[in-house]
């Protein structure tokens, strides 16, 4: 099944090899360039079915660093562009990208916040720092959280001027979407806190909003964390409730991550980890789902299919150690992928 196209919308993937969303660490002022201009074609001349841009901030203070990349403006869109028409006249791939807010979670570097001088105050749904260490975070207001649903929908707008196929909303790893889902992080009173019915309301009204800029020409993917790993906290029940109401309201699939909200969490980390997650809430629900976590081999990735718990096989690591696991992958099942006609000499071993 790795290499049987599937369709979202009018977006049809040749396979389904997915290069994760990873974050570089490599902009100034949020803009991609020549490195991520190699980075993400290569992964494209190796036949990847996806490729998914970096978390890519929808205002200054949605990046987690400083140099991570952004898309709130139109020079940042352009260089984007580049990347986009190499991708879609030099291989078969589709590219998206995932658009993001840090929330408590950014102004950091190597995992440590950093003074607010060289990096800015960071927001959340409540003064709750995600270390104890941290400052405490501007609680947005009911103006500003509206303001920050429109910086996800310009956003949107600017994506797809840029080409893209599909916008990821990131609403996982504890970045604000995730903070606002969270009982442990959100603890407002108002409407967007409280009962799971105002918790949820943030990430559909983003939702609706980047839903009202997209056509059948552009997909819809909302990555979530389909646990939490505390007690209390987000949890799969509630992952398969939101992804039951995401279907209704037209995300075309739910990439499944876990984790990243609670500081010091306990998590049990092995091959495949976090594809449970995936095939329940594909199971429960009926939307089709994405499966990542320490996926390397061609063998595993067509088992999890094959066994109907994801739909796409997101890779992250191993598509960093190798950008041609796709193409080598099809070497290995006897099955068509793009390669680069530059390169078919390469198909045959001597």
């Known amino acids: 099944m790795l290499y049987i196209s599937i369709q979202f919308r009018n977006i049809e993937l040749k396979n389904r090899w997915v290069m994760s969303p990873m974050c570089m660490y490599s902009c100034e002022n949020g803009v991609a360039n020549d490195f991520h201009f190699v980075h993400y074609?290569?992964?494209?001349?190796?036949?990847?079915?996806?490729?998914?841009?970096?978390?890519?901030?929808?205002?200054?203070?949605?990046?987690i660093t400083n140099h991570c990349m952004g898309i709130w403006n139109d020079e940042q869109a352009e260089a984007l562009k580049k990347i986009v028409?190499?991708?879609?006249?030099r291989s078969e791939s589709?590219?998206?990208?995932?658009?993001?807010?840090?929330?408590?979670k950014g102004s950091t570097w190597n995992n440590l916040q950093i003074p607010v001088e060289e990096g800015w105050e960071t927001v959340a749904p409540s003064p709750v720092p995600y270390h104890p260490s941290e400052r405490i975070p501007?609680?947005?207001?009911?103006?500003?959280?509206?303001?920050?649903?429109?910086?996800?929908?310009?956003?949107a707008k600017?994506?797809?001027?840029?080409?893209?196929?599909?916008?990821?909303?990131?609403?996982?790893?504890?970045?604000?979407?995730?903070q606002f889902l969270s009982p442990l992080s959100n603890?407002?009173?108002?409407?967007?806190?409280?009962?799971?019915?105002?918790?949820?309301?943030?990430?559909?009204?983003?939702?609706k909003a980047v839903n009202e800029e997209l056509d059948e020409n552009t997909a819809l993917f909302v990555r979530i964390s389909g646990t939490e790993y505390a007690d209390n906290g987000w949890n799969i029940h509630d992952s398969v409730e939101l992804a039951k109401i995401l279907k209704e309201h037209a995300v075309d699939l739910v990439d499944v991550s876990s984790g990243g909200n609670i500081h010091g969490a306990k998590i049990s980390v092995f091959n495949g980890y976090q594809v449970p997650f995936s095939s329940q809430i594909r199971r429960e629900t009926g939307v089709k789902t994405?499966?990542?976590?320490?996926?390397?081999?061609?063998?595993?990735?067509?088992?999890?299919?094959?066994?109907?718990e994801a739909d796409l096989i997101f890779v992250a690591r191993e598509i960093l150690?190798?950008?041609?696991?796709?193409?080598?992958?099809?070497?290995?099942?006897?099955e068509n992928c793009f390669f680069p006609h530059q390169y078919t000499r390469a198909k045959i071993s001597s």
Request: hydrophobic letters at 40%.
């Open 41 to 63: 074609g290569s992964r494209a001349q190796g036949g990847t079915g996806l490729i998914m841009v970096e978390a890519t901030g929808v205002e200054p203070r949605g990046r």
């Open 85 to 89: 028409d190499f991708v879609h006249t």
């Open 94 to 104: 589709k590219i998206g990208i995932q658009l993001a807010h840090a929330g408590r």
């Open 138 to 155: 501007h609680v947005l207001s009911i103006e500003e959280i509206r303001e920050q649903v429109q910086n996800f929908k310009e956003a």
């Open 158 to 178: 600017r994506a797809i001027k840029a080409g893209f196929d599909v916008i990821e909303i990131h609403g996982a790893h504890g970045y604000l979407i995730h």
């Open 187 to 207: 603890i407002r009173t108002d409407e967007y806190g409280g009962s799971f019915e105002n918790r949820i309301r943030f990430l559909l009204e983003i939702v």
């Open 290 to 308: 994405g499966a990542v976590g320490l996926i390397t081999k061609v063998e595993q990735a067509e088992d999890i299919l094959q066994k109907g």
């Open 321 to 334: 150690r190798n950008p041609y696991i796709a193409v080598q992958g099809s070497f290995e099942m006897k």
